[in-house]
């Protein structure tokens, strides 16, 4: 019988390979791996039935039985491209990444085409971003991140893989790492805008603000519809004190995402443009949809001061029922009820920095009896010079910015606090909760407003006649007691970068100029209307306004049209923005201030005595409306006090006719001022400790 040739033993290897495939492409794996095994039987070198045996034992067995057959199949046909891909892929699915990535970098320099190249590493890239992703949701990120990095190793321009190892390093709080990915990934799909917005963020936390802003206005140029761009793009304009163009981007963050504290900034932002009354709407809306938001009522009842004067104590205690007497404690006080021992007090506030409130609480911490009261500090705010120079005053300071008000109550009792004293009101960065809480024997509020917490776990509201006069009626609404102080209840440090008084400007300029340096919030119709009566009775007088972001076009343009609906022409305006590092600047633009109302001035009334300007007041029925009158009063200049809107009119007009009294005033109220009660530092510190000591003795009274 005669021997076949070559050619007839091919013959059936090539039949089993094309047979083991089409039985892999199907499948079927068990009889793929019979074919490729006879293949074998009948050429052992024979790699590509090596191969196929490896692909199918795979499937069958797992990565770890496929792996010597890939082996054996590059080793004998490396040049082979799939061959260098299907072990690399089943390294990958061993989770053998290091021996992968050893392949993949000998597979790129073997020297094989690119598109080659391409071909057969963009599968395994694909499925690494796939089980990264998987990998991520798990927590997993050591594995996910070994998987980016393989990625990188194929194709260090894939974007996807860079920003993926960019979220890694930001959960990790590598954060300088973060960014460094985060732009690469831009700078590879910069029309991607999940990946500028994420460089945004994070160019954000680095504390460049300015990078973050521009980034994030690319974000919404790239999709107008990502709605925490929009937001970002508020927070960062209100920083910089853009309201307009805040109030653009919280209306779009607002309308995109829904978010309660959208609407929440959004109040602020109107507030703060001086549109009250639509912020407190907004409020009301947002209040009906969600009673429990506790951050919402609470700047209602803030608003509420502005817009709705009258109803705000109705706000406020609506809110101490809902949002503060179910915390209130049900437990005694450990305190010591002896009344004459030395005292611990306690001051919370977040506006233990440089702010007015720093200013007012300074003289008594500056003076007050250490033999007979340690005062401790619990700050809720930002910490700066002036922060440090009161630490020096106190025994004690904590910071419970980061704690919850829970922790912070908790924390205030361990300190054994016998008298606590809230410093805001519903002011931003009040502890209301901490209050609700009681932590202390003894509870008041003082400084922050004149005006009720709402809060029946308060005790007390430190005040003294001029702002709440003995006679006046009770308010149903304030379930604080009055405190009255014998002197003054507020007393005044001036800021010490305060220039001196400069020259009335009237001299220079030829005519007189009225101006309100308060918040534009506290501008209302009535106070608008008063001033219009008075430019028509002085010709030529221009009026001076502090407008936030005066520059912006769309704010402008609504401010001017407020004050021509109220009869003062644009053309008559001097509108300047207020600065922070320049504040008394206005106050040399100005030859006479106009108090607003029903919402008076408070801190400003103050400086602008201080800075040599006459003030002109109206005395109000409620106690914000008499803060302007307290300030005059308490310096002797009671005759620019008004009880009647004609009254302000005529005052502020007979001023304006004496340029050379106001000259006179210009050098003579600082010294006024200063020889006032209200700079007498020793016997106001005096006068609050005495408070504190009376508060104190009668809680120990009542629990005996």
């Not at 790239?222 to 508020?234: I, K, R």
């Not at 600047?585 to 040599?612: C, E, K, Q, V, W």
Request: proline share 7%.
């Amino acid at each position: 019988m005669a021997r076949k040739g070559r050619s007839g033993a091919a013959a059936p290897v090539e039949k089993l390979l094309g047979s083991g495939h089409a039985h892999l492409e199907a499948g079927r794996f068990r009889q793929a791996e019979r074919d490729f095994s006879q293949a074998l039987a009948a050429g052992p070198d024979n790699a590509a039935a090596r191969f196929g045996l490896g692909v199918a034992v795979g499937q069958r067995g797992g990565p770890a039985q496929a792996i010597p057959h890939l082996v054996e199949a590059l080793r004998a046909a490396p040049d082979q491209a799939a061959h260098w891909a299907g072990l690399i892929t089943t390294l990958i699915t061993a989770d053998r990444l290091a021996e992968a990535r050893t392949l993949l970098q000998r597979f790129q320099s073997w020297g094989f085409e690119a598109a080659t190249l391409r071909s057969l590493t963009a599968p395994i890239a694909a499925g690494l971003l796939a089980e990264a992703g998987i990998l991520m949701g798990r927590g997993r990120l050591d594995a996910a991140e070994q998987r980016f990095d393989l990625v990188i190793a194929l194709d260090d321009a894939n974007a996807v893989a860079v920003h993926g190892a960019g979220v890694i390093a930001r959960q990790r709080q590598l954060h300088e790492r973060a960014l460094i990915l985060f732009d690469l990934a831009a700078r590879l799909d910069g029309d991607n805008p999940g990946y500028v917005a994420d460089l945004a963020d994070a160019h954000l936390r680095a504390g460049r603000k300015a990078e973050a802003l521009a980034l994030f206005e690319r974000v919404v140029a790239l999709d107008p519809g990502h709605g925490p761009a929009h937001s970002a793009l508020a927070d960062l304009n209100v920083a910089r004190g853009h309201y307009g163009a805040a109030l653009r981007a919280n209306a779009a963050a607002s309308r995109l995402t829904g978010l309660p504290h959208a609407c929440n900034n959004r109040s602020v932002l109107l507030l703060r443009l001086g549109r009250p009354a639509e912020a407190l709407a907004l409020l009301e809306e947002a209040l009906a949809a969600d009673p429990a938001d506790a951050v919402a009522h609470s700047n209602l009842v803030h608003t509420a001061l502005y817009a709705a004067p009258s109803d705000a104590g109705r706000h406020a205690v609506a809110y101490g029922r809902r949002h503060a007497d179910p915390l209130r404690r049900t437990t005694p006080h450990p305190n010591d009820p002896t009344p004459d021992r030395p005292l611990r007090i306690g001051l919370v506030s977040g506006d233990l920095c440089d702010h007015p409130v720093a200013r007012f609480v300074a003289p008594f911490l500056r003076h007050h009896d250490q033999t007979r009261l340690a005062v401790f500090a619990y700050a809720n705010g930002a910490a700066d010079a002036t922060t440090e120079r009161l630490k020096a005053w106190t025994a004690g300071w904590r910071d419970i910015g980061g704690l919850d008000d829970a922790h912070a109550a908790r924390l205030i009792e361990a300190d054994g606090i016998d008298v606590l004293l809230d410093l805001s009101g519903h002011s931003a960065g009040h502890r209301l909760g901490v209050f609700a809480r009681r932590p202390a024997p003894v509870q008041a509020t003082w400084i922050g407003l004149p005006v009720t917490t709402g809060l029946s776990a308060i005790d007390y509201r430190l005040t003294d006649s001029g702002y709440d006069p003995e006679d006046a009626p009770a308010d149903p609404f304030h379930p604080e007691r009055l405190w009255r102080l014998p002197g003054t209840a507020y007393c005044y440090a001036p800021d010490p970068t305060a220039p001196e008084p400069a020259p009335p400007p009237c001299r220079a300029t030829g005519h007189v100029t009225f101006g309100c340096l308060n918040r534009p919030e506290k501008l209302s119709a009535a106070t608008l209307a008063a001033w219009a009566r008075i430019l028509k009775e002085v010709p030529g007088a221009r009026l001076l306004a502090v407008v936030p972001d005066v520059d912006d076009p769309q704010t402008r343009a609504d401010f001017e049209e407020r004050f021509r609906a109220a009869g003062i022409a644009p053309a008559r305006l001097d509108l300047t923005p207020y600065s922070l590092s320049d504040r008394f600047a206005a106050y040399a633009r100005t030859d006479i201030a106009l108090d607003p109302f029903p919402f008076n001035g408070g801190t400003t009334s103050y400086d602008t005595l201080h800075m040599g300007v006459p003030l002109v007041a109206l005395r109000g029925k409620r106690t914000l409306g008499r803060m302007g009158a307290a300030v005059l009063d308490g310096a002797g200049l009671s005759e620019w006090v008004a009880d009647d809107i004609d009254g302000y009119v005529a005052r502020a007009v007979r001023l304006a006719a004496d340029p050379a009294a106001l000259a006179d005033w210009r050098g003579s109220l600082r010294e006024r001022l200063r020889a006032s009660p209200h700079r007498d530092e020793a016997r106001h510190a005096r006068e609050v400790g005495e408070a504190l000591a009376a508060m104190w003795a009668r809680w120990c009274e009542s629990v005996r």
